[in-house]
């Protein structure tokens, strides 16, 4: 079955169908990433956008239920220049573009994915949609123009829980680590963002038990739970428009010791006076470096975000910066001065990507211990 893709620009590509029919607005995106297809799908931080894989050949290895990061597909389509229809691997229970038909996400193969990334890097990422019912640019655009634009956009409301609820081991390892810590030293308030199962499980692991709230829960429901911690989880659209996170989590600051990835990480650079801003293209994949300004040290993460802290307007008083992007010079990470919390812009749970920056998990549970 045919598809079309246009971009908000007025660029178009055809190509065909291999998920779900019918049409989908989002902002499109690319991810680097070799490898961790199913991941990136069922990341709740990719709520709202379509996303481009540049690496050619996708979905050898076919699904599997161990490799997904919450309820299911998050995405709005999936883009890639060819599919593979033959998988082989020892865990697949099915192939990609079936997950995507079940799940009805709109899927497109066989298109210059050298080309549409190219366009993205040169123009930034944008508005598009994707369609396999209707091939009328004029009409495209008009949908597209009713699809507001991810700045302003809160999108974490879409993909936070509910209620709160107790993780319970799943039963499935993660990575580098064959064993689950059975002994849970530690009590972690997780705000859901649009958290990852992996990051449960890499807390679970550092023997944390762990207490996932929604993310309009205020700073004294969390803190009625007597948590040691508190984790700010990753998510979707742009940290300015989630007010209320950023208000509890000024509630929080000085009552637990906190850690944030991504999302949260930005959440916190509000909360503490700092401003944000959405990049061009922002950094999606497992291969981004990223320096240890105190000891120089780079470790190659795995990441997935399209806005960015200002490093300059950070209080300088009580937050330092602590790690950098070393393609781009933006903000990877910080501390505060007082020792009591820290956060990263990337992903240390690797999943998909490389292990380099699980210890910080250790770091939050020496926090916790201090």
Not at 118 to 129: D, L, T
Not at 195 to 223: D, H, Y
Not at 325 to 331: E, F, G, H, Q, R
Request: glycine residues 10%; hydrophobic residues 35%.
């Amino acid at each position: 079955m045919e598809a079309i893709i246009l971009l908000e620009d007025g660029r178009a590509f055809e190509g065909r169908s291999f998920g779900a029919e019918g049409e989908r607005v989002g902002e499109v995106v690319f991810n680097t990433s070799m490898t961790g297809y199913q991941e990136i799908l069922t990341d709740p931080s990719y709520k709202g956008q379509i996303v481009t894989m540049t690496y050619p050949h996708i979905g050898n290895y076919g699904v599997n239920i161990q490799d997904v990061e919450s309820g299911g597909p998050q995405v709005e389509g999936f883009i890639v220049k060819e599919v593979s229809r033959r998988v082989s691997n020892w865990r697949s229970n099915g192939s990609l573009g079936q997950y995507l038909s079940k799940n009805k996400i709109l899927g497109v193969e066989g298109i210059d994915t050298r080309a549409l990334t190219k366009h993205i890097r040169e123009a930034g990422a944008m508005k598009c949609i994707i369609s396999t019912t209707d091939f009328d640019v004029d009409s495209l655009k008009e949908k597209m123009d009713l699809v507001p634009s991810m700045v302003g956009c809160d999108l974490v409301k879409e993909v936070t829980c509910k209620n709160a609820y107790d993780w319970v081991y799943d039963g499935v390892d993660s990575g580098w680590y064959n064993q689950h810590q059975s002994d849970e030293k530690y009590r972690v308030a997780a705000i859901d963002f649009g958290i990852k199962t992996n990051i449960i499980r890499m807390l679970a692991w550092q023997g944390c038990r762990v207490k996932v709230f929604p993310a309009g829960s205020s700073g004294s429901e969390i803190l009625d739970w007597n948590p040691d911690g508190i984790f700010l989880s990753n998510g979707p659209g742009d940290p300015s428009a989630v007010t209320y996170a950023v208000e509890t989590v000024r509630e929080l600051l000085e009552k637990r010791p906190i850690f944030g990835i991504c999302l949260g990480h930005q959440i916190l650079g509000l909360a503490l006076g700092a401003k944000t801003y959405k990049l061009k293209f922002g950094h999606r994949g497992a291969n981004q470096p990223v320096k240890d300004i105190k000891t120089g040290k780079v470790d190659i993460t795995s990441q997935n975000h399209g806005f960015c802290i200002d490093m300059d307007s950070l209080p300088k008083d009580i937050v330092r910066t602590t790690h950098i992007n070393l393609n781009d010079n933006t903000s990877e990470g910080m501390e505060l001065s007082n020792g009591r919390g820290f956060s990263v812009q990337y992903h240390p749970e690797a999943s998909p990507g490389p292990h380099d920056a699980c210890h910080l998990f250790t770091n939050f549970t020496k926090l916790m211990d201090g």
